[in-house]
């Protein structure tokens, strides 16, 4: 017999239940396992051959999502007894008896025996059931830890949003096992796990190999809030027109000047035309303006992208030395012109955004 426990953290009583499951493996002399209500494996117990769902179930740790469409049209949630469930050959997935674990009426997991040469007889349901209740009741327990958890990190979190805090740090590291020189990243991206944060942002324990992420570099957990913004200053840079690739804060090069740009600190005083040209009632000479500077002078580019004749832009360029005195097409002042429409349209994108 080969028995096999998970290795994610074990609820109180858990030895119980994987002692109950290779007990009635032996009693059946078929493999059992059970499932939370995730359908990710918790406790099996593998007795002879079995069929390829099961292999891949305990493998991945999940159930495959074909197999998981499968189980919904058995209708097992409400079920009081074993049910026996058909095999399906193209699943690669044999004959099976389920039992749901369940607390009153609340859906924990689902108990599976293999039975591909349907040995289990009525005289086996009272002790499959009573595994399950079993299961039910460590299953239960460690939903409401996890509950529990889940609501002190939360609070963890939000406190860390608000500032740097040593102590809160280093009680969310212990909260969530983590080392004392955790670090994090903040990612705007549909990445999945991390913990969830406001205006859809995730943020991730960084691993020896940090992914590319919005916050661009890891920082320690403590710093969680400084890695909050430099996602969202990314982000709203974004919104204002820099083109990053990747989209992090890593990438943000030149932009840094924008970002990081005191509040005191207008357009204006780094490039007067900016606003002149932010002022017009209409938005067509700001858009070239901002489209040669960022083409760095292109002529041709630049009407190209903006889908206009070049006669059309020779006008517009003529126009926008006749406002500001500045030739988008000669050197001097374009980058201070360029780096006070950045900031323009920068601090519109946070109105915007």
Not at 105 to 115: A, I, P, R, T
Request: hydrophobic share 45%.
């Amino acid at each position: 017999m080969q028995t096999t426990a998970a290795t994610t953290p074990e609820p109180d009583g858990h030895e119980d239940v994987q002692l109950a499951v290779d007990r009635l493996a032996v009693r059946l002399d078929l493999s059992v396992l059970v499932e939370d209500r995730r359908q990710r494996p918790v406790w099996w117990s593998t007795r002879g051959p079995v069929d390829g769902t099961r292999v891949r179930t305990i493998l991945n740790r999940r159930v495959d999502t074909a197999v998981a469409r499968a189980v919904k049209t058995f209708d097992l949630a409400h079920a009081v007894a074993p049910v026996h469930t058909p095999g399906i050959p193209e699943l690669d997935m044999w004959a099976r008896w389920c039992m749901p674990v369940h607390r009153g009426d609340e859906l924990l997991g689902l108990l599976w025996v293999l039975d591909p040469d349907d040995r289990v007889t009525p005289g086996d349901f009272p002790a499959i059931v009573a595994c399950a209740e079993r299961a039910a009741e460590v299953l239960a327990r460690a939903e409401v830890s996890q509950r529990d958890v889940a609501r002190r990190r939360d609070q963890l979190l939000r406190r860390l949003l608000d500032g740097r805090d040593v102590e809160v740090a280093r009680e969310l590291a212990q909260l969530e096992q983590l080392p004392p020189d955790a670090r994090v990243q903040v990612d705007a991206t549909p990445r999945r796990g991390g913990w969830v944060l406001p205006d859809g942002l995730r943020a991730h324990v960084a691993g020896a190999r940090a992914h590319p992420a919005t916050s661009g570099t890891p920082l320690p957990l403590v710093d969680l809030a400084e890695s909050v913004r430099r996602a969202r200053a990314t982000l709203r840079a974004v919104r204002a027109g820099a083109a990053l690739d990747p989209v992090s804060w890593d990438a943000l090069g030149a932009w840094r000047l924008v970002v990081d740009a005191p509040d005191d600190l207008s357009a204006a005083a780094i490039h007067p035309a900016a606003e002149t040209l932010a002022g017009l009632p209409r938005t067509d000479l700001l858009q070239t303006a901002r489209t040669v500077l960022d083409l760095g002078g292109d002529v041709a580019a630049a009407a190209e992208q903006l889908h206009v004749h070049r006669t059309t832009l020779y006008y517009r360029l003529d126009r926008i030395t006749e406002l500001t005195g500045v030739d988008l097409r000669l050197g001097r002042g374009r980058t201070d012109l360029q780096l006070a429409l950045w900031l323009v349209a920068y601090r519109a994108a946070d109105a915007s955004g």
